[in-house]
């Protein structure tokens, strides 16, 4: 690389973070304005949800291709292209009339953003030196945490203001600005075409299989059932094709993808804590919008005010997540921002038909406070030691295990949700016709109205009156359930750290340097200067 003008490495990672703050933001803003786009578009019920499943299923492909991609285009070409194309799309999108050309742009969407967060997260160690790179990736932590946060409001706002071309038309003048300064002002380096060459169009054909299966596969479970022959179909595609592509990448002389670095103790860490935060933060991310509308009938905008209390409190807390960020151990700060985490996942499961935003603010900010702290010591665990050649390859896995735990917690969710709730309202029901007076509270039924009732089965007027009543109180008992499950698996998080071998010898750094790991050989040997050289 070619050393950038004074002040371009953090213009230049500006723009990258930008670029990636509008493809998370993108995936909110769309899923929240879905039965919009299926009425102008006339699209069947049954199939409009394939526009963000193609989306994802792009995205999760590309993302482990990072690495190879940012070594014969170079970082900077490599977001150039994506953003661009991501930009393009866009337009695409908006000017889609019907359903499979919807889902066609999506999906170059999707292959477009899967570069830009890996992109994001091993520039803060190629581009910053070490004292300046807990502040580089708290900016992207909470860009892409907060993009999730204010979508709703974001698409709900949108929506009801312009029309759903706008979802992706406010793309076009940001993604321009992005691609033109990113070009002038990232660092240069020659983007080398050889590695075209060893491309294993193979191992690439086995990875999308794979990921793609299981994506579908746990977008599907939950409504076809988890032993349907469809899903263990499925799932044995993911597991064959999966393990193929194991076996010939680690065999490669020039691997698609570097599996060689979860032999690192670290890496493999953090990859579990991302994995882990993936899950609890897309989980409740989804999770209060499907409480919010199905029990409170909330709109998008509504629901979206209601959830800007999580990205206060983690704009609030930032700035003390970079200062105790370079004075403690990353396993211990790491325990503590998942404990927190997992407190605030807790703290859900008490939610009635009758929970609005001052019931859900606390959990809110106990779990906006813990954010960072699950985001930025794993972050450093996995990546801050690595040689430069291998940051590429080994960011793409590492935001690789993030997405696949959103999905797998997302798929869990709505097990848990629609399993549960026939179960819960039946139960209601036997309460009901039991006289029980707490039950009759809880599901809103006057308590005189409930003192006349007659005994015997019950006419058909009034069980129409009740049903609605009974799924929603049942509908929350079950979204208590789930929130309890996220909490415990969040709370896994600690038996991992608690398990891991002991961290090797830290040392402070003088100068008010965070913590470091001693350094560790690179994953693959580099004639090229290591992460320590990098732009100051």
């Not at 799309?89 to 830009?116: E, I, N």
């Not at 070009?183 to 491309?199: F, I, K, M, T, V």
């Not at 396993?331 to 009635?352: C, D, H, Y």
């Not at 040392?507 to 992460?531: A, E, M, N, Y």
């Amino acid at each position: 690389m070619t050393a950038p003008r004074p002040g371009g490495s953090a213009a230049g990672f500006a723009m990258m973070c930008l670029g990636m703050f509008m493809a998370v933001l993108d995936v909110q803003v769309v899923a929240t304005s879905i039965p919009t786009i299926e009425q102008a578009l006339q699209a069947p019920a049954d199939r409009i949800s394939w526009i963000q499943t193609a989306y994802l299923i792009a995205e999760v492909i590309a993302i482990p291709l990072t690495g190879w991609l940012t070594r014969m285009l170079s970082m900077r070409w490599l977001f150039v292209a994506a953003i661009a194309i991501f930009t393009l799309s866009s337009a695409g999108c908006a000017l889609s009339r019907d359903l499979p050309g919807l889902m066609g742009w999506r999906v170059v969407q999707g292959l477009a953003a899967g570069t830009l967060i890996p992109s994001v997260f091993s520039a803060v160690f190629l581009l910053f030196p070490k004292r300046r790179q807990a502040l580089a990736t708290t900016v992207a932590g909470v860009l892409a945490v907060l993009a999730p946060t204010v979508g709703p409001i974001v698409g709900g706002w949108i929506t009801e203001t312009y029309s759903w071309h706008w979802l992706f038309l406010i793309n076009l003048a940001p993604g321009a600005v992005a691609a033109v300064f990113a070009a002038a002002l990232l660092p240069r380096e020659a983007a080398r075409w050889r590695e075209a060459r060893s491309l294993d169009w193979l191992s690439l054909a086995l990875m999308a299989l794979a990921l793609a299966a299981l994506e579908i596969a746990l977008k599907e479970a939950p409504r076809r059932g988890w032993l349907s022959p469809a899903i263990l179909g499925m799932a044995a595609t993911t597991v064959g094709a999966g393990a193929a592509f194991g076996v010939r990448t680690l065999k490669a002389r020039h691997p698609l993808v570097d599996l060689r670095a979860f032999a690192n103790r670290d890496f493999s860490l953090g990859c579990l804590l991302s994995f882990i935060l993936g899950g609890g933060l897309f989980g409740s991310v989804y999770l209060m919008p499907v409480f919010l509308g199905a029990v409170r009938g909330y709109g998008a905008l509504a629901t979206g005010e209601v959830m800007l209390a999580t990205g206060l409190a983690q704009l609030a807390t930032a700035p003390l997540a970079v200062a105790l960020e370079r004075r403690t151990s990353p396993r211990a700060l790491s325990a503590f921002g998942f404990a927190l985490f997992a407190l605030g996942l807790g703290m859900s499961t008490r939610e009635t038909i009758h929970t609005g935003f001052a019931e859900m603010l606390w959990p809110q900010i106990v779990r906006g406070v813990a954010i960072m702290f699950c985001l930025l010591p794993p972050t450093r665990m996995a990546l801050g030691h690595l040689a430069e050649d291998s940051i590429a390859d080994a960011s793409g896995l590492f935001n690789l295990m993030r997405n696949l735990g959103g999905a797998i917690g997302l798929a869990l969710i709505d097990t848990v949700l629609y399993g549960r709730a026939p179960h819960h309202a039946r139960a209601i029901g036997t309460q009901l016709r039991a006289g029980d007076i707490d039950t009759a509270k809880a599901v809103g039924i006057p308590l005189k109205l409930f003192a006349l009732r007659v005994s015997g089965p019950i006419d058909s007027a009034t069980r129409a009156m009740l049903q609605p009543m009974i799924s929603r109180l049942a509908f929350a008992r079950a979204a208590n359930e789930a929130w309890a499950m996220l909490a415990l698996l969040t709370a896994g998080a600690l038996v991992g750290l608690a398990l891991a071998a002991p961290p090797r010898r830290e040392r402070r750094r003088s100068g008010g340097d965070q913590p470091c790991v001693l350094p560790i050989p690179p994953l693959r040997p580099s004639p090229r200067r290591t992460r320590e050289g990098a732009w100051r």
